[in-house]
């Protein structure tokens, strides 16, 4: 579930799409689907975001439910939203239904390692092609566009393996440092200020868009849909673009991407690893038995590791894009599935 002031019902439906074969190239047993609510979370009071989070799950709730449709947090939402949400929830139902919503506080149910298991999909998938292309990660370049949940995990994860973050964005502006930017500095700025500006630890860029642009070894578009396009894909110059976002390439982008050599790691493998995590969340709360963090953490990177290894296989026996090769795999088991199930008249 999003809350941002562009959602349209026509991007929520993509978003759903995405979703049922994000979840088929990763192998959980999830259908997929996704919501919105068209509003700017900037102008929300604390109690209004509160109001805003139970009042959707009160409208909604007959469609929400353990075995039939489990949310998760998105943009701009987060394990306090979806912990409001499980209490509306949970306040209707007269029980507590923990496995109806995931991403929630750990206090309330939720599971260690959800909040950045977005960004070590991410991390997994950028390890994994990297050492397919013989990129060595330690001394490499990397520029993240979106500094939220998904992309600061991302520049940390990355900043860990030995990557240099050369560039970082958010929604106010870009900063950019050949050196290296300091990523713990960032993170503590932002949770400081609510976001980059102001930031002293790099130089600000004219345009947030140059970010895209860099020369670098690794691209993490991790902010909104629509970032690369036919406007800008040709001067995109990193080796690996790891889509941390939904949909930053645009089809016709992607095509020039494609035929620069451009190694692109789709949204519905890359960031895969919240939806995954989501699921692992699921089953803890159907038995009612909690993991450690490193048993999550571990269960991510051998579906990651495994998803990714079957994409690439896809793409070299077909010789097509890594994204194609990505709906190959989960078109073919959404269809598999649907066989099986056959039709019932």
């Known amino acids: 579930i999003r809350f ?64 039939s449709d489990v949310p998760g947090p998105d943009v701009n939402t987060g394990p306090q939203v979806m912990g409001w949400m499980l209490d509306t929830y949970v306040m209707h139902k007269r029980g507590f239904v923990p496995s109806v919503i995931t991403g929630k506080p750990m ?120 970032q690369i396009t036919t406007q800008n894909a040709a001067r995109v110059r990193a080796r690996i673009v790891a889509e941390g976002a939904n949909g930053p390439t645009t089809p016709a982008a992607d095509e020039i991407l494609g035929r620069r050599g451009t190694f692109v790691i789709p949204d519905i493998l890359c960031n895969a690893g919240g939806v995954t995590v989501s699921y692992l969340e699921w089953v803890q709360n159907r038995m009612g038995y909690y993991w450690p963090e490193q048993r999550v953490n571990d269960d991510l990177q051998r579906i990651m590791e495994a998803a990714f290894d079957e994409v690439y296989t896809t793409m070299q026996r077909h010789r097509v894009s890594m994204r194609i090769a990505a709906f190959m795999v989960a078109i073919r088991r959404v269809t598999e599935a649907s066989e099986m199930r056959g039709l019932y008249a």
């Open 107 to 226: 206090e309330l149910g939720g599971s260690a390692g959800r909040q950045s298991a977005t960004s070590r999909g991410i991390n997994c998938c950028v390890h994994k092609a990297a050492a397919r292309l013989g990129v060595k990660l330690e001394g490499a370049t990397a520029a993240i566009q979106g500094f939220g949940n998904v992309g600061s995990h991302a520049a940390k994860f990355l900043a860990q393996s030995g990557v240099r973050i050369v560039a970082i964005s958010d929604v106010e502006g870009a900063f950019r440092k050949a050196g290296g930017i300091d990523v713990d500095a960032a993170i503590a700025h932002v949770a400081r200020r609510g976001s980059l500006t102001g930031f002293k630890g790099a130089t600000p860029m004219r345009r947030a868009s140059q970010l895209l642009e860099l020369p670098v070894d690794i691209l993490v578009p991790a902010a909104l849909e629509n």
């Open 4 to 67: 941002h002031q562009d959602v349209t019902v026509d991007e929520v439906k993509a978003l759903a799409f995405w979703m049922t074969y994000k979840c088929a190239v990763v192998g959980i047993p999830m259908g997929g689907a996704k919501g919105g609510v068209v509003v700017d979370p900037r102008t929300l009071s604390p109690g209004e975001r509160e109001r805003l989070s139970r009042r959707y799950m009160a409208e909604m709730i007959d469609l929400f439910g353990p075995d």
